[in-house]
Structures are given as structure tokens and as C-alpha cells.
């Protein structure tokens, strides 16, 4: 039997509510067949309901039908069981439209499995299985499933491509290696890809160390803002308890003062209540003589008069006159609470800076960036190894010495057209990104620019916008044969130096620092930037005459 008709005989007897083999197969009065218990199971559901329903077409059936077991398809069943074959594969065995499909299924098609590199095909575990019992098919490439597999195979001689060109960097052909790429650097895709994966696992080390320095300075800074947290709280609380405690003194001193006020206003009040009543005394007893000299001054009798006179009472003392001061007594009390007042708010006013200059500077004990070496041993420990990336080089430039030396020629180069490539000035940019902290040399001959610079630089067309130096993406030192120039932003800053056809180039991307040295015998700093550099950096090279070359020297 055909496996078209196997698929078609497997879907046939499946049922539709239980995507198994039908198990005891009824069939309702439109012609579809269901296992019994599914069926029943089915309808018993919604037995409240005075009609009953196919579950694929929906015709209903008024009364519930009586299913009888359908002899012929319970033994067209058993039949296929004894085959060995198996219920037909559940819907999400079978490939959607964003799934990869097996190429070998006819009718409906299963997900693939695996794909084979070498067939260009993508098989479903049945179909994948000749490529493990199979011996030839065994030495096969097989990935996950991809949809990309016709990538691999060359546009133009239709073989697939294994081997790589070094010298265009893309994938060819072995028929393209002997045409249009002979004598090109080429190797095989297995030897490039071992090659970049050890770069991969190098980028991927260096990341990996970074990612744990950069987790121990969180655990820092963590541990620095817990401690920020702890010493502001206790000082927040020791400040609470020095200012209670201040509140309750400057409370003690006002009772002080009041109990010492109203104690001295009783003690006045009594002097002068007793004064009062001694006038008061007086007055009493001088309206009592004034009243017996009244009588005394209207007897008509004159013997009378005269025998009465000389036995009136004499006067007694007066009291001492009452002089008033003015009601400033407690005064005082209020000047020198007015001066405690005065002098404690220029202590707190003194003291208050003090308090706020040290809250405002808490030092947070951030990493501090590396100094910069100050020798070429030094130098070297961030030595890195950076090539020449084919796709950006201008097509008056030779890349040789393993893509680390631009050379300019005589005669054109026929590049593959790239959206990357300088299609004027004679510059080329490296393959590699650099971040962190990175030390290259550059061995020139004759006029050249050693720069750095952002990859979303302009490329196309001879505007100066595309020069190192001459826009705010890239920074460049000129070297000439007896002078150099410092060039950013299309400003030129002259420099001065030893001359040497070696240039050191150091940068600390994360502080931002660029320097140039003249390498000889010594290192003289020619040049150094401060910055803040927003993008990955880029070296760059640019050279201006003919038979002038630039490479980038191998320190390892």
C-alpha cells in the first residue's frame, strides 16, 4: 500500500472527537462514523436539549438516534491495527504555515524534525529515520529545522556553498573559488567558522568577565546604598533624640523662667497690697480728725472752745510718700530670654550649614576608571588583535597580510558592490567593534590617517562628511612625513612630536579617552582626547597616495 493511501485510510477511520482509531464504530443517519462512547459522551451533554447534532456537519436529529455498532468499519479497523499502523497524527503534529514541513510527506504535511544540510532537505521523524539506520546518510549534517536552507546553495553554479572567501567575506562555492574568487584567501566553512567561533568565545569570555565586574560593582553599590540607608536612619533618629532632648530643656527653662516670674510678681504684688492697706489706715484715721476739727471749729462757746482744743489727739506720723516707677520689673526676664532666643538661633543658624553640607556629599565610592598605562609593556596588556573588513574598503585599496594592510594601487579593484564601502576616499574600516579598553599600532608608509571611528559614518560619494576627522562620528590624527595634525569635527588642531612610522593608538571607551603615541624606542603621547563616546568605535585608516600603506601591526 502506497503511504498516500495509508495517510488517506488513517484519517479516514479516525474519529473526529477523539482523533483515535475508531473504537466500536457508529454511524450517525448523515453518514458520519464516531466512536460509540464519544458519540454518546457527546450528546449525554446536552441531553436537556429536545435535539441532538453531528458534531462535523451540525445536522440535528429529532429524536436522539439509536447508534448501532457498524460492523464493516469495526473490521476495516481491526484490519489497519494489524497492520501495525497507527491512529492518524493529532492536528499539532501537522505543519502550520510558520512551521518548517517535512518534504517527503505527500497530502498533508507533518512538522519537520530535523533538516539535513547536505540533502537541502527538512524530514519528519518517520522520514528522518534512514538518516540514522542508513551508513552514507549517518556522516550527514543535521540542524534544527530551518526554512533557510536554500541559502546555503549558490545562486549561480546551484552547488551549495562550502567554503568561504576571506578576502569578499561571504560564502561560495567550490566552482566559485576557481572563477570569480581564484586566488582570493579562501577556506573551507567549517575552518572560518571554527576560526570565528574561537573570536566568538573570546568576545563571549570578555563579555562574561565584564558581566561579573560589573556584578560585583552592584553587590558594591548595593551594599553602599544599604549603608546609606543605615547611617541615614540613625541619623535621622539620634537627630530626633538631640532635638527632644533640646525641646524638653528649652521646655524646663520656660517653666523655669515662668515659676521664677510668678513667684516675684507674688512677693510685689503682697509688698504692695500692705502698702494699701497702711494708706488706706491713714486716710480712716485722718477723716476721723478732720471730722472732730469740723465740730470743734463750729462751738459758739468760746471757753468751751478753748478747754476742748488742747485735748484733741496729735496727728501721727504720715506715711513716707508712694513713688511709682514704671511697670518695667520683669523686663529684664523678657531681654534675657529675647537674648538666649537670639544667640541660639545663631548657633543653629552657624551650625545648620554644617548639618546640611554633610548630609548633601555622601560618597558613594564609585569605581573609579584605571589610570592610563605609562609604558608600552603596559600598553601591550590591552593589545588587540583587529583586521580590515573587505566590505568597507574603497576600491583603490589592496587588503593583504591577512586583511591587516590597506596599500594604495595603481589600478582599481573590482569589490562586490556593499552598502559599507567608501566609494571615494581612500579609507577602510576595521571588522571588529572595539570597546573597553583597546591598544593597536599602525605601521604606515608615507601619508596616512590613523582614526577611530562610529559605524554609521557617511560612506558614499566624495563629500567631505565622509573624511575621518572632518564630521563629529570620527576623530583622526594625520601623520605626514615630517608633521602631525589632530582632526575632529573639521577642526585641525596641529600637534607636535617625534617622528616615527609607528602610531600607538590607546582608548578607554568607558572614560572616554583617546590618546595617540609616536612608537619608537619610546612612547611620546602626541595627542590626547577627552569625551564621551555614545557608540562602539571603529578603527579606521586612510591613505593618500599611491604606493602609501597602512597595517595594523600584530602584537601578539
Known amino acids: 500500500m502506497e503511504q498516500k493511501g495509508v495517510q488517506l485510510d488513517q484519517e479516514t477511520f479516525s474519529c473526529s472527537i477523539c482523533l483515535d482509531l475508531l473504537k466500536d464504530p457508529v454511524t450517525t443517519p448523515c453518514g458520519h462514523s464516531y466512536c460509540m462512547n464519544c458519540i454518546k459522551s457527546?450528546?449525554?451533554?446536552?441531553?436537556?436539549?429536545?435535539?441532538?447534532?453531528?458534531?462535523?456537519?451540525?445536522?440535528?436529529?429529532?429524536?436522539?438516534?439509536?447508534?448501532?455498532?457498524?460492523?464493516?468499519?469495526?473490521?476495516?479497523?481491526?484490519?489497519?491495527?494489524?497492520?501495525?499502523?497507527?491512529?492518524?497524527?493529532?492536528?499539532?503534529?501537522?505543519?502550520?504555515?510558520?512551521?518548517?514541513?517535512?518534504?517527503?510527506?505527500?497530502?498533508?504535511?507533518?512538522?519537520?524534525?530535523?533538516?539535513?544540510l547536505v540533502c537541502l532537505a527538512s524530514y519528519c521523524e518517520k522520514h528522518l529515520q534512514p538518516h540514522y539506520d542508513v551508513a552514507p546518510l549517518k556522516k550527514h549534517k543535521l540542524v534544527?529545522?530551518?526554512?533557510?536552507?536554500?541559502?546555503?546553495?549558490?545562486?549561480?553554479?546551484?552547488?551549495?556553498?562550502?567554503?568561504?572567501?576571506?578576502?569578499?567575506?561571504?560564502?561560495?562555492?567550490?566552482?566559485?573559488?576557481?572563477?570569480?574568487?581564484?586566488?582570493?584567501?579562501?577556506?573551507?566553512?567549517?575552518?572560518?567558522?571554527?576560526?570565528?567561533?574561537r573570536e566568538l568565545e573570546g568576545s563571549r569570555q570578555n563579555i562574561q568577565q565584564?558581566?561579573?565586574?560589573?556584578?560585583?560593582?552592584?553587590?558594591?553599590?548595593?551594599?553602599?546604598?544599604?549603608?546609606?540607608n543605615l547611617s541615614a536612619d540613625k541619623a535621622v533618629e539620634d537627630s530626633e533624640k538631640i532635638f527632644t532632648e533640646l525641646i524638653r530643656l528649652l521646655e524646663k527653662r520656660s517653666s523655669d523662667v515662668e515659676q521664677q516670674v510668678r513667684s516675684r510678681q507674688k512677693s510685689e504684688v503682697s509688698r504692695v497690697k500692705e502698702l494699701q492697706e497702711e494708706l488706706e489706715q491713714e486716710i480712716t484715721e485722718l477723716k476721723r480728725k478732720d471730722a472732730e476739727l469740723k465740730k470743734l471749729s463750729h462751738t459758739e462757746d468760746h471757753n468751751q472752745f478753748l478747754h476742748n482744743y488742747p485735748s484733741l489727739s496729735p496727728l501721727s506720723q504720715s506715711t513716707s510718700s508712694i513713688h511709682i516707677c514704671p511697670l518695667s520689673c520683669f523686663e529684664d526676664v523678657t531681654a534675657a530670654v529675647s537674648e538666649v532666643r537670639d544667640k541660639l538661633q545663631d548657633v543653629l543658624r552657624e551650625k545648620w550649614t554644617n548639618v546640611s553640607l554633610t548630609g548633601t556629599e555622601v560618597d558613594v565610592l564609585l569605581p573609579q576608571p584605571e589610570p592610563?598605562?605609562?609604558?608600552?609593556?603596559?600598553?601591550?596588556?590591552?593589545?588587540?588583535?583587529?583586521?580590515?573588513?573587505?566590505?568597507?574598503?574603497?576600491?583603490w585599496l589592496v587588503l593583504s597580510e591577512g586583511n591587516r594592510k590597506a596599500t594604495f594601487?595603481?589600478?582599481?579593484?573590482?569589490?562586490?558592490?556593499?552598502?559599507?564601502?567608501?566609494?571615494?576616499?581612500?579609507?577602510v574600516l576595521s571588522r571588529e567593534s572595539l570597546t573597553g579598553?583597546?591598544?593597536?599600532?599602525?605601521?604606515?608608509?608615507?601619508?596616512?590617517?590613523?582614526?577611530?571611528?562610529?559605524?554609521?559614518?557617511?560612506?558614499?560619494?566624495?563629500?567631505?562628511?565622509?573624511?575621518?576627522?572632518?564630521?563629529?562620528?570620527?576623530w583622526a590624527l594625520e601623520c605626514n612625513n615630517n608633521s602631525y595634525t589632530f582632526c575632529?569635527?573639521?577642526?585641525?588642531?596641529?600637534?607636535?612630536?617625534?617622528?616615527?612610522?609607528?602610531?600607538?593608538?590607546?582608548?578607554?571607551?568607558?572614560?572616554?579617552?583617546?590618546?595617540?603615541?609616536?612608537?619608537?624606542?619610546?612612547?611620546?603621547?602626541?595627542?590626547?582626547?577627552?569625551?564621551?563616546?555614545?557608540?562602539?568605535?571603529?578603527?579606521?585608516?586612510?591613505?593618500?597616495?599611491?604606493?602609501?600603506?597602512?597595517?595594523?601591526?600584530?602584537?601578539?
Not at 462535523?56 to 460492523?71: A, D, E, G, I, M
Not at 530551518?146 to 553554479?157: D, G, T
Not at 565584564?210 to 553602599?224: A, F, P, S, T, Y
Not at 608600552?376 to 574598503?393: H, M, Q, W
Open 42 to 116: 457527546f450528546w449525554d451533554e446536552g441531553d436537556e436539549k429536545e435535539t441532538h447534532s453531528c458534531p462535523q456537519c451540525r445536522q440535528s436529529f429529532t429524536p436522539r438516534p439509536v447508534l448501532l455498532k457498524n460492523t464493516m468499519l469495526a473490521v476495516l479497523v481491526e484490519e489497519l491495527k494489524k497492520t501495525g499502523l497507527q491512529a492518524a497524527p493529532a492536528d499539532h503534529c501537522y505543519a502550520g504555515a510558520e512551521d518548517v514541513a517535512c518534504d517527503f510527506c505527500t497530502g498533508r504535511k507533518l512538522k519537520a524534525h530535523k533538516s539535513c
Open 144 to 197: 534544527e529545522p530551518s526554512k533557510k536552507l536554500q541559502e546555503n546553495v549558490c545562486s549561480r553554479h546551484d552547488e551549495v556553498m562550502k567554503m568561504f572567501c576571506r578576502t569578499d567575506q561571504q560564502l561560495i562555492c567550490y566552482l566559485c573559488s576557481v572563477e570569480e574568487h581564484k586566488g582570493h584567501d579562501t577556506v573551507s566553512a567549517a575552518a572560518e567558522r571554527a576560526e570565528r567561533q
Open 210 to 228: 565584564r558581566i561579573q565586574d560589573r556584578e560585583k560593582d552592584v553587590k558594591l553599590l548595593q551594599q553602599q546604598a544599604e549603608a546609606i
Open 372 to 395: 592610563e598605562p605609562k609604558t608600552r609593556a603596559g600598553f601591550l596588556k590591552y593589545s588587540c588583535e583587529i583586521t580590515l573588513d573587505p566590505n568597507t574598503v574603497n576600491t
Open 409 to 427: 594601487t595603481s589600478q582599481q579593484q573590482s569589490y562586490s558592490s556593499h552598502p559599507d564601502r567608501f566609494t571615494y576616499w581612500r579609507q
Open 437 to 474: 579598553r583597546c591598544y593597536w599600532e599602525v605601521e604606515r608608509r608615507g601619508r596616512v590617517d590613523v582614526a577611530v571611528s562610529y559605524k554609521n559614518i557617511s560612506r558614499a560619494g566624495g563629500s567631505i562628511e565622509c573624511v575621518f576627522g572632518y564630521n563629529d562620528k570620527s
Open 488 to 556: 575632529y569635527n573639521n577642526v585641525q588642531t596641529p600637534v607636535s612630536g617625534p617622528q616615527s612610522s609607528r602610531v600607538g593608538v590607546y582608548l578607554d571607551h568607558s572614560a572616554g579617552i583617546l590618546s595617540f603615541y609616536s612608537v619608537s624606542e619610546t612612547m611620546t603621547l602626541l595627542h590626547r582626547v577627552q569625551t564621551t563616546f555614545t557608540q562602539p568605535l571603529y578603527a579606521g585608516l586612510l591613505v593618500y597616495y599611491p604606493g602609501d600603506s597602512a597595517e595594523l601591526c600584530k602584537l601578539k
